[in-house]
């Protein structure tokens, strides 16, 4: 399978697993029709993130008000200089990053777990 599209399906599985987890996609749709309030909180995928210097891959909102922000790379992606500054200048347990589904679901299910 091709590189672009195994980092694709990653990141096609990890929103699976946000939905299964109670999390919705924040997209202009959802804020211009009437939605139900997501029974966790929201996340935002950045599509097209290349030359987006600000933000990783997934920004995954809770609704208690705190944050989780995930790199998604492909077994053997490396990270861009502003992406590796995000990750070690953050607070800890509010940045992380996942080459594999498994990895993703192990840091969402430990950042859940936080919030008990």
């Known amino acids: 399978m091709p590189i672009v599209e195994l980092e694709k399906q990653l990141q096609l599985s ?25 029974r ?24 208690d008000g705190s944050y989780l922000e995930v790199e998604l790379k492909r077994p053997g992606g490396t990270f861009s200089p502003e992406q590796k500054y995000i990750l070690s200048h953050m ?17 969402l299910k430990e950042w859940i777990r936080s919030k008990i």
């Not at 966790?40 to 909102?61: C, E, K, Q, T």
């Not at 607070?91 to 840091?107: C, P, R």
Request: with cysteine.
């Open 14 to 38: 990890c929103e699976r697993l946000l939905a299964l987890h109670g999390f919705s996609p924040r997209t202009p749709l959802h804020l211009r029709e009437p939605c139900p309030t997501p």
């Open 40 to 63: 966790s909180g929201w996340y935002i995928h950045v599509h097209r993130a290349l030359g987006n210097p600000i933000m990783l891959d997934l920004l995954i909102l809770h609704k």
């Open 91 to 107: 607070k800890s347990g509010t940045v992380g990053y996942a080459y594999t589904f498994d990895e993703f679901e192990s840091l």
